[in-house]
């Protein structure tokens, strides 16, 4: 019987590819979206390789939703062997900008999300005594970046809990792995600037107007050479496959040299004078 792989998020971007591409691996695939009828793309793409996809319906913010699918998933597979928690939402603004309900929906995703889900489908990998789980957080879950205090802050938390999570899964047989992208053309930067228009003008709005715009300049920079869902995805695959799967995973070289000097830097003042150039 083939190895059962749930992916969340895979509406769009690299957790289309995902899907996609652990399905290509050989994997059955119970591919995930809070809105199923949000899978034309995902199915486009399937069968332009020619493999099939089980989509099933999933809301990393809603327990219920999350209940039903894993337990329909072990009813219907009797296994879960791999989750790939990829489901996130990026936000702009600095502190003064972001309300307290705007940082709550922030951590709802791209933190309780990723608890929620995985705490759902531990209980049945530790009986079966294995498993992977293999959870996106970002570059901006390692180096803190400008304007995205509420998002950087969530993926750090993704970053702390994996990183304390997994020895102990290790010796139930479970494999936990962490991978961090940088700029990825997705539909990611999209949806943030989307919200960033949605956000209403305060006082504090002057003091940040010429930091934010050379952010925002400086950052259409760094995604102009930004990886494709696909090499994200393949990344994936690899710490889902591996014999011996690595806790970390950077997923380019420029990630790999910006991620470097948290280790060879423990002040961090070379790390805040590089993420402060971009505003101007
Ligand atoms: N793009 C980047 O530059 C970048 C860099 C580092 C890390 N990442 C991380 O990579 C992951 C995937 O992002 P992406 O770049 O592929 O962006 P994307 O194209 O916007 O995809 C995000 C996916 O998450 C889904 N999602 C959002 N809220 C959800 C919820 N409550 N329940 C279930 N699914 C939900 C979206 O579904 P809907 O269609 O329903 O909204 C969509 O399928 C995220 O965790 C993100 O933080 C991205």
């Avoid at 199923?36 to 809301?59: F, N």
């Avoid at 961090?180 to 209403?200: D, H, I, S, Y």
């Amino acid at each position: 019987m083939k190895a059962v792989a749930l992916v969340t998020g895979t509406s769009s971007g690299i957790g289309l590819f995902t899907a996609v591409q652990l399905a290509q691996a050989g994997l059955a695939v119970v591919a995930t979206m809070r809105n199923p009828a949000k899978a034309a793309a995902l199915k486009a793409e399937a069968a332009a390789v020619g493999v099939e996809l089980d989509v099933r319906a999933l809301d990393v913010q809603d327990a219920a939703s999350i209940a039903a699918c894993v337990n329909g998933v072990l009813g219907d597979y009797g296994r879960i062997d791999l989750l790939v928690n990829n489901a996130g939402s990026g936000f702009l603004g600095t502190m003064e900008e972001t309300t307290f309900e705007q940082l709550t929906q922030v951590m709802d995703v791209n933190f309780y999300g990723v608890w929620r889900v995985t705490e759902a489908v531990f209980p049945h990998m530790r009986r079966a005594g294995s498993g992977r789980i293999v959870t996106h957080t970002s570059i901006g879950g390692l180096i803190g970046q400008p304007f995205t205090d509420a998002y950087c802050a969530a993926k750090f938390a993704v970053e702390g809990f994996m990183e304390s999570l997994a020895p102990v899964a290790s010796r139930l047989g479970i494999h936990v792995s962490i991978v961090e992208p940088g700029p990825v053309a997705t539909e990611f930067v999209a949806t943030v600037r989307e919200k960033l228009g949605q956000n209403q003008p305060t006082e504090a709005s002057a003091a940040y107007t010429t930091m934010r715009d050379s952010y925002l300049a400086a950052s259409t920079q760094v995604f102009a050479t930004a990886q494709t869902g696909a090499d994200v995805a393949r990344v994936i695959v690899e710490a889902a496959t591996a014999e011996q799967p690595h806790l970390r995973y950077v997923t380019s070289d420029l990630v790999r040299g910006i991620a470097g000097r948290k280790y060879v830097d423990l002040t961090g003042d070379s790390i805040i004078a590089m993420t402060g150039s971009r505003l101007g």
